[in-house]
């Protein structure tokens, strides 16, 4: 396609649906481990606290990713970044399919969330290219596609992991990862640099524009600390519900991201409400879900019920508070979306990668009710910080 996009001008449906499910595919690369860890444990002879480091691992190489790569959409064409991106993705991939050695699959899968960030890549795109009136539902659509996919993965990966191997289902992985590199070379049009300078200069404006917008360093550290809370819950799950009473299989563990897609829905209609609502009353609301879903997870651990019910509601909490939070930093400063988002989501996944450390450190050491006390902190933290914080 050799069209142009211009900013504000409106963004083609099928480049919208295009950013929306390839970033559901890619973005679920990171999360395929977390209903398999208890299989690669076991295949590998380590330790669930070695296992549960291939989560951690994988979050902290997004937010390296996110840091580092995101950025270049400001200063390069986005077609080369992805190109890039995804080629080493897929190589990736392919060792952590056929690896036998524990700290190859640590190498492998940093390198695995280094490379992909591209759905934070499209993000800025629906918001940067789409007409003002449309930016919400259209950030909001892909953000869907990119919750979609990481629901899909931990039921993918469970069914995979149970009906053929855990190995399978990176290899499976790898195919998609080439399907999606030829589709959206296809399909995303050419679209200018926002930046004129070089890659030095580019990344100190990050500092630039973390002075300049406190509303960035509120909005992004009170949503990286509901992140992690959740994040270290997906972390510990499979442990929990492979171990009594319900010694469940990764199939079954998988599943039960289904019953997040409550939380896929809610982003594809919230942007809608988000400036009749306001954003500190959204992160009031998803503070509230979260503590809830903790505190089914803490009374209810027992119960496939409320186990379920607290997947449900921690999901929807966490998009209110997603949603809400990144669709309004791109307002800050439209011309560098790209810069604003790695600002943004760099400090989500450090919290995520933090909540999946703690959390995994809490289940050596305390079990399930010291990942639930984990849980609960970091979402007070977030909840303390918006309470103080009067925007």
């Known amino acids: 396609m050799k069209q142009t996009l211009k900013e504000n001008g409106g963004l083609p449906a099928v480049v919208l649906w295009t950013l929306a499910i390839v970033a559901g595919i890619t973005v679920a690369n990171l999360y395929y481990n977390q209903p398999l860890l208890n299989m690669i444990r076991q295949d590998l002879g380590v330790s669930e606290f070695r296992a549960n480091l291939i989560a951690m691992i994988t979050q902290i190489g997004y937010a390296i990713g996110l840091l580092f790569i995101v950025p270049l959409g400001d200063l390069y064409q986005r077609r080369k970044i992805i190109l890039v991106n995804f080629a080493i993705l ?161 199939d079954v563990i998988g599943m039960l991201g289904l019953c997040g897609i409550a939380g896929a829905l809610t982003a594809s209609v919230a942007g809608i409400y988000i400036r009749r609502v306001g954003v500190r009353r959204f992160n009031f609301l998803g503070c509230a879900l979260i503590l809830l879903s903790w505190a089914l997870f803490l009374f209810g651990e027992d119960s496939y019920v409320s186990i379920i019910a607290g997947v449900i509601i921690i999901d929807i909490g966490m998009q209110c508070i997603q949603l809400s939070n990144q669709s309004s930093i791109f307002e800050l400063c439209p011309g560098a979306s790209n810069r604003i988002n790695t600002i943004f989501m760099t400090t989500y996944f450090v919290g995520g990668a933090l909540g999946t450390f703690l959390t995994g450190t809490a289940w050596q050491l305390c079990g399930w009710h010291g990942v639930v006390g984990v849980g609960v902190v970091l979402t007070l933290l977030s909840l303390l910080i918006t309470t103080f914080y009067n925007k």
């Open 90 to 250: 897929i190589c990736s991939l392919l060792v952590i399919a056929f690896s036998h050695s524990i700290h190859v699959i640590f190498v492998a899968s940093f390198l695995t969330g280094i490379c992909s960030v591209m759905p934070q890549i499209f993000i800025p795109i629906a918001s940067q290219f789409s007409k003002p009136e449309n930016k919400a539902r259209n950030v909001g659509l892909v953000l869907s596609g990119l919750l979609t996919g990481i629901l899909a993965s931990r039921v993918v990966g469970g069914f995979i992991g149970k009906l053929f191997g855990w190995r399978e289902m990176y290899q499976i992985a790898v195919v998609l990862m080439v399907l999606c590199l030829v589709v959206t070379l296809r399909v995303l049009p050419d679209i200018r640099p926002n930046f004129s300078g070089k890659y030095r200069e580019l990344m100190r404006s990050l500092f630039s524009l973390l002075k300049e917008y406190p509303q960035l360093r509120v909005y992004s550290v009170r949503a990286a600390l509901c992140f992690g809370s959740m994040l270290g819950m997906w972390s510990c799950l499979a442990f929990k519900m492979g171990a009594a009473p319900f010694y469940a299989n990764s």
